[in-house]
């Protein structure tokens, strides 16, 4: 069974940054996608990055510009690196990962950006 560890959560102020690592144990094949998501109180669950093994990303228009993603396809390993921090950015964040979609998830890790 896949399992998704996320670590690098917190707080931060406004115009701050995070680096967000999720690791993937329990597979001895690379994931295909891993990716983030989050979810904000109040709100459903939205996209944030993609990533594939062969390096092509998406991001959601929100998140242009200010964050990164990437991984260690030898580690199956995803990483998010979030800049200028807003606090529009507070959620929790899920990793997932998958051979097709993203079949497998972490349980989270709170980002909260204070003004």
């Known amino acids: 069974q896949v399992q998704l560890v996320e670590s690098g959560g917190g707080s931060v102020q406004a115009g701050g940054s995070l680096r967000l690592s999720c690791a993937a144990s329990?597979?001895?094949?690379?994931?295909?996608?891993m990716g983030w998501y989050r979810q904000a109180p109040g709100k459903q669950r939205e996209l944030v990055a993609l990533?594939?093994?062969?390096?092509?990303?998406n991001y959601a228009d929100s998140v242009k510009g200010r964050f990164t993603i990437s991984r260690d396809n030898g580690k199956n390993t995803v990483f998010l690196q979030m800049n200028s921090l807003n606090p529009e950015d507070t959620a929790v964040y899920y990793c997932?990962?998958?051979?097709?979609?993203?079949?497998?998830w972490g349980q989270g890790t709170q980002v909260t950006v204070s003004s």
């Open positions: 329990g597979s001895r094949f690379m994931l295909n996608s």
């Open positions: 997932g990962g998958g051979f097709g979609g993203l079949d497998y």
């Open positions: 990533i594939t093994r062969g390096g092509s990303t």
